[in-house]
Each structure stands twice: as structure tokens, then as C-alpha cells.
């Protein structure tokens, strides 16, 4: 399998600045293909700073780009002097081919299979340049963005399951593996009553045999992180006689 990676950027941009754990309800998927992803680094800090989810990948693989949700594939052809590689055939979605000179437009018949090819990087602020195109072609894809399923947010609190972060309003919050995965059945339940028993099962499986005071001891340590108080809960409620619940 080609080598590949996700670039993941916590930098944020200036006109769209998001505080500490701000939380993207929606977002574009964009995938870019660059044997030298680091002459990038300004756009995808850019397009992850506006919400936009990025993959990079070093080398075209067609098998696992068709497994992916695409909505914007962007190719990187600014090195080499080799054959520009026409639009991969699989991907329906629109697609930005980026050159390092405008004569590789005219030279090389592949670039006419995108939907768009820019010059980067182009003036001071190249990024300025780009992100304007990469918006219209977005747009105009007819594509919404999809849901964020790996982060869930409930009042104050912002969950990413992905990342194993919490944030508390601006607040990181540092749990356990034992109290994020409780917290995360309860989110999981959204509100669904919850025996303590049924929580050891979700979390350490029908196989272990603790005692459920376990159970108490975690969500005690989790309310406590959490600033929630058990008579007046924000999070976790508890139901008397039975166990817990996510509070409304």
C-alpha cells in the first residue's frame, strides 16, 4: 500500500479565528495528493483553520481514495518535470490541479481533465489566492457538507471521540480512558436510562466481574472533572435504583 497520512493543523487563521475547543458542526471533506506535502503546509492550515476536513496523501491510490467521502481532490504537480497525471477516474468530485507554471496547461493534455488548475504558489499569500476557487468549486459541486460524527457537543461540553479530547467551554478537560469511554456511552445512549451493570458491559465487557461500585467511583471522579452537580446535573443524572442517564 502507498505510504500515506492525515496532516493534522491546531494553528487558526485570522479572519476566521475559533476558540480553544470551538467545535465544526459541518465540513467539507478535501483530499490532496502532494509528493511534498510540507510546501503546503500554509493551505491546509488554511482550509483546516475554516472547518474543512484534510486528508494528504504523498501518492495517488485510487483503491483507497474510492473508499473515502471526497467532496474536493486537489493535485499537486508544482515538482518534477514528469507527465502530469490525468483526474483519477473514480473520483466524481471536483478537482483542483495546481502547477508551478502556466505552460504546463498548454504542454500537457491531462490538465484539461480538471475542473480547474491554478499557478501555486502565487503572490505573497498564495492561499488568499486559492481559497476563493476552492470555494466556488465546492459550491458549485451541489455536495452538502457533511455531518461531524466524531464530535459531539451537549451545552458546554464538546466531545472529539477521534482525538479523545474534551473541552469544558474553553477548558480542556483530562480524563482517563475509563471515564471517557463512560462518558462516551452516555452520549452514545443520549439520555437512554443506564443499570450500572449495563455500563460495565459497554465499557469492560460481559466478562469482567467488578463490583458496580466501580461504576460509582468512575462517574463520581467524571462529575467532579466535569464541574457537574449531581443535584442540579448538567451531564450525568442519576435514576435511583437503577444508574445514570445523560441529563437533559
Same mark, same amino acid.
Given at each position: 500500500?502507498?505510504?500515506?497520512?492525515?496532516?493534522?493543523?491546531?494553528?487558526?487563521?485570522?479572519?476566521?479565528?475559533?476558540?480553544?475547543?470551538?467545535?465544526?458542526?459541518?465540513?467539507?471533506?478535501?483530499?490532496?495528493?502532494?509528493?511534498?506535502?510540507?510546501?503546503?503546509?500554509?493551505?491546509?492550515?488554511?482550509?483546516?483553520?475554516?472547518?474543512?476536513?484534510?486528508?494528504?496523501?504523498?501518492?495517488?491510490?485510487?483503491?483507497?481514495?474510492?473508499?473515502?467521502?471526497?467532496?474536493?481532490?486537489?493535485?499537486?504537480?508544482?515538482?518534477?518535470?514528469?507527465?502530469?497525471?490525468?483526474?483519477?477516474?473514480?473520483?466524481?468530485?471536483?478537482?483542483?490541479?495546481?502547477?508551478?507554471?502556466?505552460?504546463?496547461?498548454?504542454?500537457?493534455?491531462?490538465?484539461?481533465?480538471?475542473?480547474?488548475?491554478?499557478?501555486?504558489?502565487?503572490?505573497?499569500?498564495?492561499?488568499?489566492? @486559492? #481559497?476563493? !476557487?476552492?470555494?466556488?468549486?465546492?459550491?458549485?459541486? %451541489?455536495? +452538502?457538507?457533511?455531518?461531524? $460524527?466524531?464530535? &459531539?457537543?451537549?451545552?458546554?461540553?464538546?466531545?472529539?471521540?477521534?482525538?479523545?479530547?474534551?473541552?469544558?467551554?474553553?477548558?480542556?478537560?483530562?480524563?482517563?480512558?475509563?471515564?471517557?469511554?463512560?462518558?462516551?456511552?452516555?452520549?452514545?445512549?443520549?439520555?437512554? @436510562? #443506564?443499570? !450500572?451493570?449495563?455500563?460495565?458491559?459497554?465499557?469492560? %465487557?460481559? +466478562?469482567?466481574?467488578?463490583? $458496580?461500585?466501580? &461504576?460509582?467511583?468512575?462517574?463520581?471522579?467524571?462529575?467532579?472533572?466535569?464541574?457537574?452537580?449531581?443535584?442540579?446535573?448538567?451531564?450525568?443524572?442519576?435514576?435511583?435504583?437503577?444508574?445514570?442517564?445523560?441529563?437533559?
Amino acid at each position: 500500500m502507498q505510504q500515506q497520512f492525515r496532516e493534522e493543523v491546531s494553528v487558526r487563521s485570522n479572519d476566521a479565528d475559533l476558540p480553544i475547543g470551538a467545535y465544526c458542526e459541518t465540513t467539507h471533506s478535501i483530499v490532496i495528493i502532494s509528493p511534498f506535502p510540507h510546501a503546503l503546509h500554509e493551505l491546509v492550515r488554511e482550509l483546516t483553520a475554516k472547518c474543512y476536513d484534510v486528508l494528504v496523501f504523498h501518492h495517488l491510490d485510487e483503491q483507497a481514495l474510492a473508499a473515502l467521502r471526497i467532496d474536493l481532490l486537489i493535485m499537486d504537480a508544482t515538482y518534477g518535470t514528469s507527465q502530469l497525471r490525468s483526474r483519477p477516474a473514480a473520483i466524481t468530485a471536483p478537482a483542483l490541479l495546481l502547477v508551478k507554471r502556466t505552460e504546463q496547461l498548454s504542454e500537457q493534455q491531462a490538465a484539461s481533465s480538471y475542473d480547474e488548475s491554478l499557478v501555486w504558489p502565487a503572490g505573497s499569500a498564495p492561499a488568499d489566492a @486559492v #481559497l476563493p !476557487r476552492i470555494q466556488s468549486l465546492l459550491s458549485g459541486s %451541489g455536495r +452538502q457538507p457533511e455531518e461531524r $460524527s466524531d464530535q &459531539v457537543q451537549r451545552k458546554d461540553l464538546v466531545v472529539d471521540f477521534k482525538k479523545m479530547s474534551v473541552h469544558l467551554g474553553n477548558a480542556r478537560v483530562d480524563l482517563t480512558k475509563t471515564e471517557f469511554d463512560l462518558l462516551r456511552v452516555l452520549l452514545e445512549t443520549n439520555g437512554t @436510562v #443506564l443499570s !450500572r451493570q449495563e455500563m460495565m458491559d459497554r465499557i469492560w %465487557g460481559d +466478562q469482567y466481574f467488578g463490583g $458496580s461500585n466501580t &461504576v460509582d467511583v468512575h462517574v463520581k471522579s467524571l462529575r467532579h472533572k466535569l464541574k457537574d452537580n449531581p443535584k442540579a446535573p448538567q451531564y450525568i443524572e442519576t435514576v435511583r435504583g437503577v444508574g445514570y442517564r445523560l441529563a437533559d
